[in-house]
């Protein structure tokens, strides 16, 4: 029992490593050899043609993974044998020592795992073998990459590396001369986004009153500015640019743009109402006036037709319901509501089409255009009828389209008008290959017979004959017109 002690406490208090020191530092290296060489020597009895068979590195990930390649890449091109950076080691005299070698390893061998000798060596054991000096192939950055921003790019050189979307510190130039130099070097390089990325540093840098005064001296920088305040919406830094330059007009417009982020439909109209005294162009301050005086009248539109709605007073409103609210819609909307809600209300009332026409002096081309769409859209026949008739002095009456009967003619047809309604107008259609191209499309038979009548082609009326039923008026109507045209020629 005693010997048994013996053994044990000899086996607990006995280690086979040693101490450290200086003359045994490639032990552990030698000792890593000798256990690849050991494994190394089981390659005969394994049959390592089986290409199909799969082997597990230690990270669960087959060997012959592309991941698993890289893995092992990065682990090798990070680590040396001594633990140390292999970064460091480039200066070092042992690095320099090293006889360089062609590789063993080809492409191909790096994502199955193996050399180009068979054996079943890792990566990173590979790596790790300083003897058999077999390197893999390590992708660097180019040395230019490395070098320091702060002390070696000149503005030409940064503004290069900008273009080929390069990081560079900017931090570096800090004088005035620089930052302007910088700034007419972006400028000449004709890239937008560069000036833009050099704009916001001398923005970040620099006093308010020095970089609005270098800008106006440099106008394609100062544009730049100018459209990437506005886009990011740095409204007060951007009037205090625009005061700067006195530019007036231009600071009474970025103020008036202010509205849109208003919401509340009575602060905007408070706004608008304080923005007419602005210092604006004639043209304009009309333009303003007319934006609040259309809210002004849209509350209270909105207003009425909201009670009457909610009602159910009104036969229109609940035959059409309303799908919006008229507030902050354009003019032309606003115009194209009041002729489909409120078309034969008096002039006196806001909501009148005429009014709105009247007071904001609406063209008759566009009140034509919207009116007749609208009164199309309810099917008013009769009410584009009258907005198509005009009288004369005498007290004659005809009709006229400011936008031209074509137009006309492809609204009704856009709204299903009738057959009838349609002939009535493509017939005041003057250019007559129109007519005709209008009337064939829209199946306006009768157009196209008297219009064929009136130029007296026989041809053409013979070859329409085909196109319409037989035994209907219009055939009749056709062959009528031939026998009279055979009676008038013999005659």
Same mark, same amino acid.
């Given at each position: ?9 000899? &086996?607990?208090? @006995? ?46 990930? =087959? ?36 006889? !360089? ?34 390197? *893999? =192939?390590?992708?660097?950055? =180019? ?5 320091? &921003? ?116 009575? !602060? ?61 819609m354009p003019l032309v909307t606003?115009?194209?509501? @009041? ?51 005009? !009288? ?48 064939t499309k829209y199946k306006c ?21 085909? !196109? ?20 008038? *020629?013999?005659?």
């Amino acid at each position: 029992m005693s010997r048994v002690r013996a053994d044990e406490e000899e &086996y607990w208090h @006995s280690s086979k490593f040693r101490a450290f020191t200086f003359d045994d530092e490639d032990d552990e290296l030698s000792q890593l050899k000798e256990s690849k060489r050991a494994v190394n020597s089981l390659r005969d009895i394994v049959d390592d043609d089986d290409d199909d068979l799969e082997r597990v590195s230690w990270s669960g990930e =087959p060997v012959g993974s592309i991941s698993w390649s890289i893995k092992e890449t990065a682990s090798g091109s990070t680590s040396s044998p001594d633990g140390r950076d292999s970064s460091l080691q480039k200066g070092s005299s042992s690095y320099a020592a090293l006889p !360089k070698q062609a590789s063993s390893y080809s492409l191909s061998s790096l994502f199955k795992g193996r050399n180009k000798l068979s054996s079943f060596q890792s990566l990173s054991d590979a790596l790790t073998d300083m003897g058999v000096k077999n390197y *893999a =192939p390590e992708l660097r950055r =180019p040395k230019a990459e490395y070098k320091d &921003y702060s002390s070696d790019w000149s503005p030409k050189d940064t503004v290069r590396r900008m273009q080929r979307g390069k990081v560079c510190s900017l931090e570096r130039f800090r004088s005035l001369q620089d930052k302007l130099v910088l700034l007419d070097e972006a400028v000449a390089g004709h890239d937008g986004n560069v000036i833009t990325a050099v704009l916001i540093f001398l923005k970040r840098t620099l006093r308010r009153e020095i970089l609005f005064r270098e800008l106006e001296m440099r106008q394609v920088a100062l544009c730049h500015l100018i459209h990437f305040l506005r886009e990011m919406g740095e409204q007060k830094f951007l009037l205090d640019l625009l005061r700067f330059l006195d530019r007036t007009e231009e600071v009474a417009l970025s103020q008036y743009r202010e509205h849109l982020n208003i919401q509340d439909v009575e !602060k905007r109209r408070e706004f608008l109402k304080g923005c007419i005294g602005l210092p604006f162009s004639a043209e304009d301050t009309s333009h303003i006036q007319d934006h609040y005086t259309l809210l002004e009248r849209q509350i209270i539109i909105e207003a009425n037709d909201r009670h009457l709605e909610m009602a159910g007073q009104s036969e229109l409103f609940r035959k059409y319901p309303r799908k919006a609210s008229i507030l902050n819609m354009p003019l032309v909307t606003t115009l194209f509501y @009041s002729c489909f809600y409120h078309y034969t209300e008096a002039e006196g009332m806001f909501s009148s089409p005429t009014n709105l026409k009247k007071t904001f002096k609406i063209p008759d081309k566009q009140y034509v255009l919207t009116a007749l769409a609208a009164r199309a859209k309810l099917r008013a026949w009769g009410d584009v009828d009258a907005l198509l008739t005009t !009288k004369n002095w005498l007290g004659y009456t005809k009709k006229k389209a400011p936008i031209g009967f074509h137009r006309v003619v492809e609204i009704l047809q856009r709204n299903n008008a009738p057959v009838q309604v349609l002939q009535e107008y493509v017939r005041l259609v003057e250019d007559v290959e129109t007519r005709l191209n209008l009337a064939t499309k829209y199946k306006c038979h009768d157009v196209v017979i008297e219009t064929y009548r009136d130029l007296k082609d026989r041809i053409q009326l013979t070859a329409y004959k085909c !196109k319409v039923e037989r035994g209907s008026a219009e055939e009749e109507k056709i062959n009528s017109i031939l026998s009279n045209m055979v009676r008038n *020629a013999y005659s």
